[in-house]
């Protein structure tokens, strides 16, 4: 191997390594858009998620305030993220919908303790929901279904979420089966909703110098004044 070949595989090297880092620390930003001033709470938490939300969806402050992600944790006891979106609030829980047999659905399955994690940085909120994830009955899962577009209904009955497939033209063409036989749609068995039932709900608002503020909401199932964290 030549000196010049050598050398010509050093720089190339430190090319693909610039790319592959980035020093991140001087990324950086101020919070100033608001406060959280605990006598200032409603006594229900689930009113204060209520108003945070109702006002960035009414401002069209976020391309999709409901957008959550949610953590489960597998029977290898390891950790899984991802985004979803919610469907319904309410006193009772917070609703998603999914495949039962995906990889949350199987994880939930195995663990019911879930969390969810909101963040809007449009009014540098966050809000973090710790609670049990419970399926929801036949009948609000089908009443659901029935009111999602022709094509989502399609989706979730030729999708086997989290599984394996050669390529996206599998998926196509059973879509396309599907429409030309025009049979009914029906829910499949493996699809539905979760209601997260709150053991407690944590209410976060950036602040200038990193002195953010943390209110946490523990007790939730008997609607307890919030605590400061």
């Known amino acids: 191997m030549t000196v010049k070949f050598l050398i010509f595989k050093l720089i190339i ?3 693909y390594k610039n790319h592959m880092s980035k020093d991140l620390s001087d990324f950086r930003k101020s919070y100033l858009k608001g406060s959280l001033n605990e006598k200032d709470l409603p006594t229900n938490p689930v009113q204060l998620f209520s108003n945070w939300f109702n006002y960035i969806d009414s401002k069209k402050m976020e391309l999709e305030t409901n957008a959550m992600s949610l953590s489960t944790v597998d029977v290898s006891n390891s950790p899984n993220t991802r985004i979803v979106l919610l469907k319904k609030f309410s006193d009772e829980g917070f609703v998603f919908y999914t495949n039962y047999n995906s990889r949350k659905g199987r994880a939930i399955d195995k663990n019911s303790n879930v969390c969810l994690s909101f963040f809007w940085p449009s009014t540098e909120q ?3 929901i710790n609670g049990r994830a419970v399926k929801l009955s036949t009948a609000d899962s089908d009443n659901y279904f029935n009111s999602r ?3 989502s209904q399609l989706g979730a009955v030729v999708s086997n979420q989290s599984e394996i497939i050669d390529s996206r033209k599998f998926l196509e063409d059973k879509i396309s089966k599907l429409k030309l036989e025009k049979t009914s749609i029906k829910r499949p068995e493996n699809w539905g909703g979760y209601n997260v039932i709150p053991s407690s ?3 976060w608002q950036g602040r200038d ?3 953010h503020d943390r209110i946490l ?3 939730y199932t008997h609607l307890t004044l919030p605590t400061k964290a």
């Open 126 to 128: 966050q809000v973090i």
């Open 13 to 15: 090297f430190e090319i």
């Open 149 to 151: 577009p022709i094509g």
């Open 201 to 203: 709900i944590e209410f």
């Open 217 to 219: 909401s523990v007790s």
């Open 209 to 211: 110098n990193r002195l």
